[in-house]
T-cell receptor, first 112, second 111 residues
């Protein structure tokens, strides 16, 4: 069974731009969560989707948004990029909200 | 109240030794406690997880010990191998969703 896939794997943007990251969950998984990983703040929860509905949202500004499609694939968007948004963005999928989460390899975003 | 405290920050163990990483939490709503292993350039991989109805869970060389009254849990890696060298994260959540992670422990196993 294929794992969680994330595209692109690497991205370089400049301040003020916006970016969209994509996540394809494991086949059959209906819940997708997003996390931000930085050396200073560690792994932090961004948001969680199940059946196209946002179930939970972490403590991030409104510039961070996401959505989930009917095939469970998910995208997250960051608008008006700041230098501090440079991070590894990780997507995790699970069968449902209450099950084990399996992570993808992440998208490395660098903001210049 | 959402924090998970993890220690030590780094750990060096000889091959064949036991690696022990500890975590403590505050939020009594947490009822799912997984451990993840992360290699450089990779996403975290689920190692083992426990729920508070048991005090210990073992899978191969990996064991979680859980102390509900103290709100602490730990990961023991028996017979540590150089291939175990990685960063380990504990996490906690209410019912498996929105994981709160510890700060991570960089484990080095010397040959």
């Amino acid at each position: 069974k294929a794992g969680v896939t994330q595209t692109p794997r690497y991205l370089i943007k400049t301040r003020g731009q916006q970016v969209t990251l994509s996540c394809s969950p494991i086949s059959g998984h209906r819940s997708v969560s997003w996390y931000q990983q930085t050396p200073g703040q560690g792994l932090q929860f961004l948001f969680e989707y199940f059946s196209e509905t946002q179930r939970n949202k972490g403590n991030f500004p409104g510039r961070f948004s996401g959505r989930q499609f009917s095939n469970s694939r998910s995208e997250m968007n960051v608008s008006t990029l700041e230098l501090g948004d440079s991070a590894l963005y990780l997507c995790a999928s699970s069968l449902a909200v209450v099950n084990e989460q399996f992570f993808g390899p992440g998208t490395r975003l660098t903001v210049l | 109240q959402q924090q998970v405290k993890q220690s030590p920050q780094s750990l060096i163990v000889q091959k064949g030794g036991i690696s022990i990483i500890n975590c403590a939490y505050e939020n009594t709503a947490f009822d799912y406690f997984p451990w993840y292993q992360q290699f450089p350039g990779k996403g975290p991989a689920l190692l083992i997880a426990i729920r508070p109805d048991v005090s210990e869970k073992k899978e191969g060389r990996f064991t979680i010990s859980f102390n509900k009254s103290a709100k602490q849990f730990s990961l023991h890696i028996m017979d540590s191998q150089p291939g175990d060298s990685a960063t380990y994260f504990c996490a906690a959540s209410p019912s498996g969703s929105r994981l709160t992670f510890g700060e991570g422990t960089q484990l080095t196993v010397n040959p």
